[in-house]
């Protein structure tokens, strides 16, 4: 027993030895070659700045507190993504193989260097010279400082210098979020002043004309002005004749932008140039690069921006419909409590999923398009005389809302005026084949079928 408790206690020791000296060893001698391969030793938390020269220039990116700035070529906040990832480069970059005792650093393109990165931290500066690939196995020649030798680098260090400045500068043209976002206004060429606002959850057109807006298309263009990226920069100190070329000497497009803290952004859009579309924002004199899909989603115009709802009322708030053909009544239901009864000649209690449709389809009743129109053209609209015409009353006994309808355009569509003067929209013909009332008991509730006579 006592022999086996001594062998027990030796082979435990033994263990602990190749567990301490051996594995803890070898994974200390692993990790001191892999810290030796490293080409460059500062950590990304210690790097302060960082300066990259190649035969397009010279480009600095200096740390401010938590963030970067590009400090040359040009002054402007940095791309914060863009830096992660050249952190991660210079971090990650490690050496597979070394030349040492190199005198001529010629023939390895580092004397002199095609590009050299210098970075910066509390204690001093690290320069790391980037030369040619080898002819075998792809890898790129590197020097560190002075050393003797020659560092062969894997995984495309020279991509760390083979950047345009533009990569690192920061592409966000604006620094608010929609949510701040309280009014725009779009001026167009040739066009009148387009101002949308917003009121808690929802957006009202206030010029040209007063009404509704779609929350949609409203809310959108608060979200991609916050969100628009710059795509380019073209000149950043431009000339009259520059913005001239640029057509922003008179835009095509001028957009104003208000937020909760009274504050105001403006942007104006030039010529279009192949995908882009130059543009310039207040504040700032360069002339500047969007994305055109970015011009049409913001410089919308009235019609676009309408509220598409053609009965904009919650079914729960009407207490009466009346339904015209013509200059006649043709059929009126009345609200009663819970239940809606026919009134009029034709009054009695009426058929329950027959208004339970017509109601969800008044709030479903979207306009296809808004078009501008004069009163001569809505007579040629037949909007001056209606064929049809619905109205709709709350509880209170006033008006909520009024459609009229005029000329039918084919099988598929009908021009529709609500209470927004000046404008009309075109609409599916289908709530009028499947909703309109042929007659005053079109809503009549089905009468109850006679007691069955069979014994």
Same mark, same amino acid.
């Given at each position: 027993m006592l022999r086996t408790l001594i062998v027990l206690?030796? #082979? =435990? +020791? #033994?263990?602990?030895? *190749?567990?301490f000296v051996e594995l803890k060893g070898k994974e200390a001698t692993e990790s001191a070659e892999k810290e030796a391969a490293r080409v460059f030793t500062a950590r990304r938390d210690e790097i302060r700045a960082i300066v990259l020269s190649g035969a397009d220039g010279e480009i600095e990116i200096v740390r401010e507190g938590e963030t970067w700035r590009l400090a040359r070529p040009v002054s402007d906040t940095a791309e914060q993504p863009a830096v992660t990832g050249l952190l991660s480069q210079i971090e990650g970059s490690s050496s597979i193989e070394t030349i040492d005792d190199v005198t001529d650093f010629a023939p390895f393109g580092l004397d002199p260097a095609a590009a050299v990165v210098r970075v910066r931290t509390a204690q001093g500066e690290e320069i790391v010279r980037i030369g040619k690939r080898s002819p075998v196995g792809g890898k790129t020649y590197v020097r560190?400082?002075?050393?003797?030798?020659? #560092?062969?680098? %894997? &995984?495309?260090?020279? %991509?760390?210098? &083979?950047?345009? =400045?533009?990569?690192?500068?920061?592409?966000?043209?604006?620094?608010?979020?929609? %949510?701040? *976002?309280?009014?725009?206004?779009?001026?167009? =060429?040739?066009?009148?002043?387009l101002v949308v606002r917003r009121n808690g959850e929802d957006w009202r057109l206030t010029a040209p004309v007063?009404?509704? +807006?779609?929350?949609? *298309?409203?809310?959108?263009?608060?979200?991609?002005? =916050?969100?628009?990226?710059? +795509?380019?920069w073209q000149v950043e100190m431009p000339t009259a004749g520059d913005l001239a070329k640029a057509g922003l000497v008179q835009p095509e497009a001028r957009l104003e932008v208000e937020l909760a803290n009274g504050t105001r952004h403006e942007i104006a859009f030039g010529s279009q140039h192949g995908q882009d579309r130059f543009t310039r924002a207040a504040g700032r004199p360069a002339i500047l690069r969007v994305a055109d899909w970015n011009y049409q989603q913001l410089a919308k115009d009235p019609d676009a921006l309408r509220d598409r709802r053609l009965f904009p009322h919650a079914s729960d708030r009407v207490s009466r419909l009346e339904f015209y053909d013509g200059r006649s009544l043709t059929a009126a239901l009345e609200r009663h409590g819970a239940e809606w009864r026919l009134a009029g000649s034709a009054s009695g209690a009426t058929d329950a999923d027959k208004v339970i449709a017509l109601l969800a389809a008044l709030e479903a009743y979207r306009a296809n398009e808004w078009k501008a129109v004069s009163r001569a053209e809505r007579r040629d609209l037949q909007l001056e005389a209606p064929a049809r015409r619905l109205v709709a009353y709350g509880a209170d006994g006033k008006k909520l809302a009024e459609l009229a309808f005029g000329r039918a355009e084919g099988e598929w569509a009908v021009w529709v005026q609500t209470d927004a003067p000046g404008a009309a929209a075109k609409a599916p013909t289908e709530f009028l084949q499947s909703h309109w009332p042929a007659n005053g008991e079109s809503f009549a509730s089905a009468p109850e079928p006679a007691p069955s006579t069979d014994p």
């Open positions: 206690v030796l #082979l =435990a +020791a #033994l263990g602990g030895y *190749v567990w560190r400082g002075d050393e003797p030798r020659v #560092l062969q680098v %894997s &995984g495309g260090i020279e %991509s760390i210098t &083979g950047r345009p =400045a533009g990569d690192y500068r920061n592409k966000q043209m604006f620094r608010f979020a929609a %949510s701040e *976002v309280t009014a725009v206004t779009i001026r167009r =060429a040739g066009q009148p002043e007063s009404m509704d +807006a779609d929350d949609g *298309v409203a809310g959108g263009i608060a979200r991609d002005l =916050a969100a628009l990226r710059i +795509a380019g």
